[in-house]
């Protein structure tokens, strides 16, 4: 089994800055992509980013320029910096692995941005 657990979500004003962090643990022998998706209220979930094991990343729209995606290998660790945040960016930030090429979802983590 894989797990996924998320930290660092909470309440911001606009403009300000979070940074939320995946780790992975169980038995992930290959960690082929990780990402992040959100869900705000009344939305469906949607792509923000993604990292794949060689270090591509790709960006929604709605965030490039604002959030990046990095990772630590040695800490099987995805990491979303996000800065300039608007309300619009409210929502449940779930972490997602490819990992053994079956997909595994975080918890979710709250993110509040207030106008």
């Known amino acids: 089994q894989v797990q996924l657990v998320e930290s660092g979500g909470g309440l911001v004003q606009a403009g300000g800055s979070l940074r939320l962090s995946c780790a992975v643990s169980g038995s992930a022998r290959s960690i082929n992509r990780m990402g992040w998706h959100r869900q705000g209220p009344g939305n469906q979930r949607e792509l923000v980013a993604t990292?794949?094991?060689?270090?591509?990343?790709n960006y929604a729209d709605s965030v490039k320029g604002r959030f990046t995606i990095s990772k630590d290998n040695a800490k099987n660790t995805v990491y979303l910096q996000m800065n300039g945040l608007k309300p619009e960016d409210t929502a449940v930030y779930y972490c997602n692995c490819l990992c053994n090429w079956y997909n595994y979802w975080g918890q979710g983590t709250q993110v509040t941005v207030s106008s």
């Open positions: 990292i794949t094991s060689g270090g591509s990343t």
